[in-house]
Nanobody, 119 residues
Framework: QVQLVESGGGLVQAGGSLRVSCAAS????????MGWFRQAPGKEREFVAS????????NYAEFVEGRFTISRVNAKNTIYLQMNGLKPEDTAVYYC????????????WGQGTQVTVSS
């Protein structure tokens, strides 16, 4: 099993920045990739960004538009999402997720951290 704990959410004004973190514990050696998803009230959960845990491959949703950067520190089993130029529509609960090497989809999820962007 893998446990994921997010931190760093909060309230920020439009145009501001925020960084959220996700620390993984447990069988982290079984992981291939980690990522961030978000869910706004009344909307479905959507993909934000992902990063492979070896190499430098990253992927971003189109709406990120170069504003967000995903990174990792393997020694800490931690990934980060640096969010700049935040917009009110970025308001959501941000979830960390992890995918095992032999899995097709993400099968470990954190509890989520609230990000609120005021206009």
């Amino acid at each position: 099993q893998v446990q994921l704990v997010e931190s760093g959410g909060g309230l920020v004004q439009a145009g501001g920045s925020l960084r959220v973190s996700c620390a993984a514990s447990g069988r982290t050696f079984s992981l291939d990739a980690m990522g961030w998803f978000r869910q706004a009230p009344g909307k479905e959960r959507e993909f934000v960004a992902s990063i492979r845990l070896s190499g430098s491959n990253t992927n971003y949703a189109e709406f990120v538009e170069g504003r967000f950067t995903i990174s990792r520190v393997n020694a800490k089993n931690t990934i980060y999402l640096q969010m700049n130029g935040l917009k009110p529509e970025d308001t959501a609960v941000y979830y960390c997720a992890a995918r095992r090497v032999d899995a097709y989809d993400y099968d470990y999820w954190g509890q989520g951290t609230q990000v609120t962007v005021s206009s």
